[in-house]
């Protein structure tokens, strides 16, 4: 089986850093996607983690630990534009990607 | 130059009905999906086919019946609308889909079909 758990919502401030955490258990684990959608919107790839250890795309970072079946979303610097729903996605083999249940961030000036 | 288009955009329908979903893309990929995300923002896969070969299909009731007509277009067709079938569709490709994973089965997603059935 499998489950991913994210918290809900968010609120920070322009500016400020947020931290997205994804706990997952599944059966069949190739990597971990971050996906951002904003309302009425097509969600949106933005990084991915196949090995342990962080990625950086601008002011977002991915970390990933497959012993800890954990991994986080660092959003930096942030702006109003970043105001979405993020979610994890576990690919667990040919593409299947499984999603948490997104985790809402508001930014607020 | 839309990458992944769907339409129509909004459907509106009567319980019982049947209904298709289109979908096409220009980016050249193998791979296509069907995604269902629910009021909740749930978002789950329903199909994949990879060149118009159905690879994934996740215990979808059999009213849903995806097509491929070629690797650039997977269509959804839905018979006997239920009120549960109201949700946003979302169609998806990605260039590869290797068992591995990678950046190469990075997944473009497509504007969302919001489908509502009275």
């Known amino acids: 089986g499998q489950s991913l758990e994210q918290p809900s919502e968010v609120t920070a401030v322009e500016g400020a850093i947020v931290q997205i955490n994804c706990t997952y258990q599944?059966?069949?684990?190739?990597?971990l996607s971050w996906y951002q959608q904003h309302d009425g919107g097509a969600p949106t790839f933005l990084s991915y983690n196949a090995l342990d250890g962080l990625e950086e795309t601008g002011r977002f970072s991915s970390f990933l630990s497959r012993s800890d079946s954990y991994g986080y979303l660092l959003l930096q610097e942030l702006q109003m534009k970043d105001s979405a729903s993020y979610f994890c996605?576990?690919?667990?083999?040919?593409?299947?990607?499984?999603f948490g249940k997104g985790n809402q961030v508001v930014v607020i000036p | 130059d839309t990458a992944v288009s769907q339409t129509p955009k909004y459907l509106v329908t009567q319980m019982g009905n049947d209904k298709s979903i289109k979908c096409e893309q220009n980016l050249g990929h193998d791979t296509m999906y069907w995604y269902k995300q629910d009021s909740k923002k749930f978002l789950k896969i329903m199909f994949s086919?990879?060149?118009?070969?159905?690879?994934i299909n996740e215990t979808v009731p059999n009213r849903f019946s995806p097509k491929s007509p070629d690797k650039a277009h997977l269509n959804l067709h839905i018979n006997s609308l239920e009120l549960g079938d109201s949700a946003v569709y979302f169609c998806?490709?990605?260039?590869?889909?290797?068992?591995?994973?990678?950046?190469?089965?990075?997944?473009?997603f497509g504007p969302g079909t919001r489908l509502t059935v009275l």
């Open positions: 998806a490709s990605s260039q590869d889909r290797t068992l591995a994973g990678g950046l190469r089965d990075t997944q473009y």
């Open positions: 086919y990879n060149n118009k070969e159905l690879i």
């Open positions: 599944t059966s069949g684990f190739y990597g």
């Open positions: 996605a576990v690919n667990r083999g040919n593409n299947r990607l499984a």
